[in-house]
């Protein structure tokens, strides 16, 4: 390889050289030498020959230019937030892969069916009030729904046919997606009767459309995975063999744009073609693109190392969801004319822009600067962003890429603040606090007058009764106690999913939640934990106190397990770990849990029933993010929804907190039906 | 009463990758200057020429595609051509193909800032400073060239104009532009 571009190069200088020699002989011919012109060769055929060259090289390399694209630096659309995707995304991308790119007909049919199946068969239990073969035994004789088509689905028929109307003008769907609409439909039809709450919908359409053509996802039925857009510098391999040069200055890539790739195609056809026509003029074009091309050659990579950027942030601790104006200046601060310099200040995943714009494309003289202003807003979490820079030489056909490192960062802490009150069950600890018990002693209010027993505090008899009739007796009041609360997350990747692909995410919402919640039960005196399931323990044990405070909140700060980035791939993969042991190893027997988790997925379900099973009182508060506007979304609505149903037959209490309806009005409306 | 935080007011800013508007505009204009000069002296460069200018700015207003700027640029070079074959001036042939090639070149510009940077920032310094620097570059080169084709008039030895080709050739295909 490098003896062939050693080579390469060695002709190309050869090449050069010839160039030269002929260019000069050519300028003394026409200037000055008279006696070289009379020993030049000069027949018509020979100049024709040469023309007819030049002319057919540029076409060629016309053509060359027209296939050939240019290469440039790829830069991410770093303003946008990351994008979760919807549940039932993964059911839409298989019926996607199967429909359209007719790939893994086999796998992709049994997966879509052993789903469609399960719910299918929950939903009919459930409905019917029947067991689960007696619903097996419904769906196999298609007794279940009055559609037929959806009935032909588990009863082993086939994709119903396409008229030949349907199939030229219909919606485009394949026989077999429409039967899978059908089914799940019908699923949906059955499983919303008498239900015990309607999903609200989800509020879509222009929004969603225009985001997702920002998406460029042009079929519906295709979700986006979280790691296409965005950009997390840190943990990216793209910049493994970047090079540091200078402080905080990492180099990238250098990239040969071929931005003037073409450009002497220009010039040999104009020259060709003004020799064979025998017009000067014509030749004489040339000589603007053939300047253009020795143009593009000249350039060298630009040096960015003396480059000065400088961040300013007007605050550095925002609360999450707070806008901060930012002003980043750049200086060339060396001895170089910079021409072509592109800057991006690329903000991690979390922050989103909201107001101007965090790219720059300048040119700077050495001393002088530039300044652009943009406001984003950040999630949870410590940030600290790289700006990246592309700069071109003069002509524009080096590109170099470089990382500066800048300094400002943020700390985006959530407040704890009590905005809602948070019901709790009656599960308590030792110590005294707020919560009702049923049992008799000291407190506030009547409980119970019982008979005298000997140590019973004087302050406590009834002497109004024993005026009465003589007898002792002892007034009893309610014990109030405080509960001993552990606030579990769902931290697992399936948690990371929202209605609508740029919406905040259920973890974070969870987490916005819960940091009302903490501190709602700690002013009442309740002893509050933390824990999460996830593959990187999290677990705060319940105490109560300001230090107590300070640690929850730094946890809900900067906790990998509740972190707004999803866990990267590598993290979850590999040797299965229940993610719950380290929970249960830790949880004392008192302690009721109250788990957030949008109850996407049957394990969360499965933890909630084991822990009610083990003596916990259980409340689940669920971010709901389920849409309707795909199939697998209908369908994973409707699990959801059985999964729900079925925990709360259990006794397990379920918020279910829709993404439009704030979470204080969600426990209102779930302490009413609570207090049934 | 609300853990919905302002943040679901706050909308994420639109990312605008069209072509940006300084340099678009100067191509199309540097276009129009080919598309203009190429035209008075041959009939048959107008539909090149005005075909070319309109391929040109529907690669950039429209939908932004690099093929269709050089396409463009192709059919302007094109009707330079001709009007050449057709007896157009020198100076005026080498002002038409200066604004073929500037419109190649900015056009090009204009979409990699576009796919880059973004019309949604601040771009027109760079822009005006590449614009500059390539019709400087431009200007030079037909200057320099101008001036060999002055000082040598008419009836030159056809020899010397085969060794100028010689050298076009082998430096293009040393260069590899």
Redesign the interface.
């Known amino acids: 390889m490098s003896a062939a571009s050693s080579l390469d190069d060695l002709s190309?200088?050869a090449?050069?050289v010839?160039?030269?020699?002929?260019?000069a002989?050519?300028?003394a011919?026409?200037?000055v030498v008279q006696p070289l012109?009379d020993s030049?060769?000069?027949s018509?055929a020979?100049?024709g020959l040469?023309?007819a060259?030049?002319f057919v090289?540029?076409l060629w390399?016309?053509r060359a230019?027209?296939r050939g694209?240019?290469e440039?630096?790829t830069?991410l659309?770093i303003?946008?937030?990351m994008s979760t995707p919807t549940p039932g995304h993964d059911i839409d991308s298989a019926l996607y892969q199967l429909t359209e790119l007719r790939e893994g007909t086999i796998e992709y049919k049994e997966q879509i069916q052993k789903r469609l199946g399960e719910v299918a068969v929950a939903v009919v239990s459930q409905r019917e009030n029947c067991s689960r073969e007696e619903a097996i035994q419904h769906l196999e004789n298609g007794t279940w729904t009055d559609d037929s088509v959806a009935a032909s689905f588990f009863s082993g028929g086939s994709p119903p046919r396409q008229s030949f109307m349907e199939r030229k003008f219909g919606s485009g769907d394949t026989p077999y997606e429409q039967w899978v609409e059908a089914a799940v439909d019908a699923i949906v039809e059955r499983a919303d009767m008498g239900s015990a709450e309607d999903p609200t919908t989800v509020p879509q359409t222009e929004?969603d459309t225009g985001l997702r053509a920002?998406l460029g996802l042009s079929s519906s039925t295709i979700t986006d995975p979280p790691s296409t857009r965005g950009t997390n510098y840190r943990s990216s391999g793209e910049y493994d063999d970047a090079e540091r040069v200078a402080d905080g200055v990492l180099y990238a890539n250098v990239v040969e744009?071929g931005?003037?790739?073409?450009?002497?195609a220009?010039?040999?056809?104009?020259?060709?073609?003004?020799?064979i026509?025998f017009?000067?003029?014509?030749?004489?074009?040339?000589?603007?693109?053939?300047?253009?091309?020795?143009?593009?050659?000249m350039g060298t990579a630009p040096d960015l190392t003396a480059l000065e950027i400088d961040r300013h942030l007007s605050n550095d601790q925002p609360?999450?969801?707070?806008?901060v104006e930012v002003t980043v200046t750049v200086r060339n601060g060396g001895d170089a004319f910079l021409?072509?310099?592109?800057l991006?200040d690329a903000v991690p995943e979390p922050i989103?822009?909201?107001?101007?714009?965090p790219?720059?494309?300048?040119?700077l003289r050495p001393g002088s600067q530039?300044t652009?202003t943009y406001t984003f807003?950040a999630?949870r979490g410590s940030h600290e962003w790289p700006v990246q820079v592309?700069a071109r030489d003069?002509?524009?056909?080096i590109e170099r890429e470089a990382l500066v490192q800048v300094d400002a960062s943020i700390q985006c802490v959530p407040p704890l603040k009590t905005?809602?009150d948070m019901p709790v069950r009656s599960q308590t600890s030792l110590y005294s606090g707020q919560v009702d018990t049923a049992i008799g002693g000291s407190g506030l209010e009547f409980f119970a007058v019982r008979e005298y027993r000997e140590g019973d505090p004087m302050n406590r008899i009834d002497w109004k009764r024993h005026a009465r009739t003589g007898e002792l007796a002892t007034i009893d009041f309610r014990l109030e106690r405080a509960a001993n609360v552990v606030l579990l997350f769902d931290g697992r990747d399936s948690a990371y999913v929202s209605p609508t692909p740029?919406d905040?995410h259920a973890v974070d919402?969870s987490v916005?939640?819960a940091t009302?919640i903490f501190t709602a039960l700690a002013d009442r005196g309740d002893l509050v934990g933390l824990a999460a399931f996830d593959t990187v323990p999290c677990w705060l044990g319940p105490s109560a106190g300001d230090g107590h405070e300070e640690r929850a909140r730094r946890i809900f700060t900067s906790h990998p397990a509740l972190s707004t980035i999803p866990p990267t791939k590598s993290e979850t993969e590999g040797h299965y770990v229940d993610p719950m042991n380290h929970v249960r190893q830790q949880l004392s027997p008192g302690s009721q849990i109250m788990m957030f988790s949008p109850l996407c997925d049957d394990y969360t379900a499965e933890v909630a029933r084991r822990l009610d099973s083990a003596g916990h009182l259980v409340t689940i508060i669920s971010p709901n993010p389920t849409a309707d506007r795909t199939v697998g979304q209908r369908l994973a609505r409707v699990e959801r929804n059985m999964r729900v149903n079925e925990l709360r037959e259990r006794g397990i209490r379920v918020v279910n907190w829709n993404y439009d309806a704030?979470?204080?009005?969600e426990l209102d409306r779930a302490e009413k039906r609570w207090a049934v | 009463?609300?853990?919905?935080?302002?943040?679901?007011n706050?909308?994420?800013?639109?990312?605008d990758h069209s072509p940006?508007r300084v340099s678009s505009l100067a191509a199309v204009a540097a276009a129009l200057i080919a598309a203009l000069t190429s035209a008075p002296f041959a009939v048959l460069a107008v539909p090149l020429g005005f075909g070319g200018l309109a391929i040109l700015a529907s690669g950039l207003f429209g939908e932004p595609s690099?093929?269709r700027v050089?396409?463009g640029a192709?059919g302007l070079?094109l009707s330079?051509?001709v009007a050449?074959?057709f007896?157009?001036?020198?100076e005026v042939?080498?002002i038409?193909?200066?604004g073929?090639?500037l419109a190649w070149?900015l056009g090009?510009?204009a979409i990699?800032?576009g796919?880059?940077?973004?019309s949604?920032?601040?771009?027109q310094?760079?822009?005006?400073?590449?614009a500059s620097?390539?019709a400087m570059?431009?200007a030079?080169?037909?200057a320099?060239?101008?001036l060999?084709?002055a000082?040598?008039g008419g009836g030159?030895?056809?020899?010397?104009?085969?060794?100028?080709?010689?050298?076009?050739?082998?430096?293009?295909?040393?260069?590899?532009?």
Do not use: C
């Open positions: 190309r200088r090449m050069a010839i160039g030269i020699v002929a260019f002989l050519g300028v011919a026409i200037v012109v030049l060769p000069s018509f020979f100049v040469f023309g060259i030049a090289l540029g390399m016309f230019r027209y694209g240019v440039s630096t830069v659309d303003e946008y937030p929004e920002r744009t931005h003037w790739r073409g450009i002497t220009f010039g040999l056809v104009a020259a060709g073609w003004g020799i026509t017009t000067p003029a014509v030749l004489l074009i040339s000589v603007v693109a053939i300047g253009f091309a020795a143009y593009a050659r609360d999450p969801g707070e806008p021409s072509d310099l592109r991006i989103r822009v909201v107001d101007g714009s790219r720059l494309a300048t040119a530039a652009f807003v999630e592309v003069f002509s524009g056909s905005v809602s740029g905040q919402r916005a939640a009302e704030t979470l204080g009005l | 009463m609300s853990t919905q935080t302002p943040t679901q706050l909308e994420a800013v639109d990312v940006t690099r093929a050089t396409l192709a070079f330079v051509l050449g074959g007896g157009t001036p020198a042939l080498l038409s193909m200066i073929t090639l070149d090009q510009h990699g800032l796919e880059q940077v973004g949604h920032s601040k771009t310094r760079n822009e005006i400073v590449h620097l390539s570059v431009a030079i080169s037909a320099i060239g101008y060999v084709f000082t040598a030159r030895p056809v020899s010397a104009l085969i060794l100028l080709l010689v050298a076009v050739v082998f430096f293009a295909w040393a260069l590899r532009t």
